[in-house]
């Protein structure tokens, strides 16, 4: 077992390049969105493709709580066409629809780390697992797809909340649901960021690098699998 989970009663995990990762190779760019941009896009710049990210992103921060699948597919269809209007992609309405329907509602999107569902099983064992994630209602049907949910015994989740890591409001919701203090918990995510936002709470951060671009320095411990964490 990794040396800084030995006294830890509890250990939390991010989901996105964390736990799982986008099939597609992106979160909102998913296979069926591309289906219907896919061709336009590639006559868009770099650039243009980030400013209209951006765009769609601020929306979605300043609109993020919500309770259900039903208020996300409305979420990320306003996302997409806000994407489609800033790269001009005309898309119809049915197509964003469809694109959010999938967005919201296939699991086919997400894809589990091969080592994933062993660790946490493995985990489970001997520490309390939650979760700590900024992600939507479809993350319940997402991890229950990926059978990996009954390892969690409690979670935090941005949408709920309205708020996002590394707000302090995240992981102190977290704790208080584990019943514990944060110097008693581990906190695993692919952001420095979002563990410096734990550390300041004293709790022990990871930094997991599955992902090539969260393969920074740091000052936090680093794992590049989460089979390191055994």
Same mark, same amino acid.
């Given at each position: 077992m990794h040396?800084?989970?030995?006294?830890?009663?509890?250990?939390?995990?991010?989901?996105?390049?964390?736990?799982?990762?986008?099939?597609?190779?992106?979160?909102?760019?998913?296979?069926?969105?591309?289906?219907?941009?896919?061709?336009?896009?590639?006559?868009?710049?770099?650039?243009?493709?980030?400013?209209?990210?951006?765009?769609?992103?601020d929306y979605l921060e300043q609109n993020h709580r919500m309770r259900d699948e039903a208020e996300e597919a409305k979420q990320v269809g306003r996302f997409y066409q806000i994407v489609s209007d800033e790269l001009g992609l005309n898309l &119809?309405?049915?197509?964003?629809?469809?694109?959010?329907?999938?967005?919201?509602?296939?699991?086919?999107?997400?894809? $589990?780390?091969?080592?994933?569902?062993?660790?946490?099983?493995?985990?489970?064992?001997?520490?309390?697992l939650g979760l700590i994630s900024d992600t939507w209602p &479809?993350?319940?049907?997402?991890?229950?797809?990926?059978?990996?949910?009954?390892?969690? &015994?409690?979670?935090t989740y941005s949408f709920?909340?309205?708020?996002?890591k590394p707000?302090?409001?995240?992981? $102190?919701?977290?704790?208080?649901?584990?019943g514990c203090a944060g110097k008693n918990a581990v906190f695993i995510d692919d952001g420095?960021?979002?563990l410096a936002g734990a550390a300041e709470l004293g709790i022990t951060p990871i930094l997991i690098a599955a992902n090539p671009a969260s393969d920074v320095e740091t000052p936090f411990a680093k794992i590049h699998a989460l089979s390191e964490l055994l």
């Open positions: 040396e800084l989970l030995k006294d830890k009663s509890v250990i939390f995990f991010d989901v996105g390049y964390t736990l799982d990762y986008p099939a597609s190779g992106d979160w909102m760019f998913t296979n069926k969105f591309l289906e219907y941009a896919g061709e336009q896009m590639k006559q868009r710049s770099r650039e243009e493709i980030r400013h209209a990210l951006l765009t769609g992103f &119809s309405q049915e197509a964003i629809r469809a694109a959010a329907w999938d967005r919201t509602w296939n699991m086919d999107n997400y894809r $589990l780390y091969p080592d994933a569902k062993q660790v946490l099983e493995t985990l489970s064992r001997t520490h309390r &479809s993350i319940e049907n997402q991890l229950q797809t990926l059978g990996v949910r009954q390892y969690f &015994s409690f979670s709920a909340l309205g708020v996002f707000d302090h409001r995240m992981f $102190l919701d977290a704790l208080q649901k584990a420095p960021r979002n």
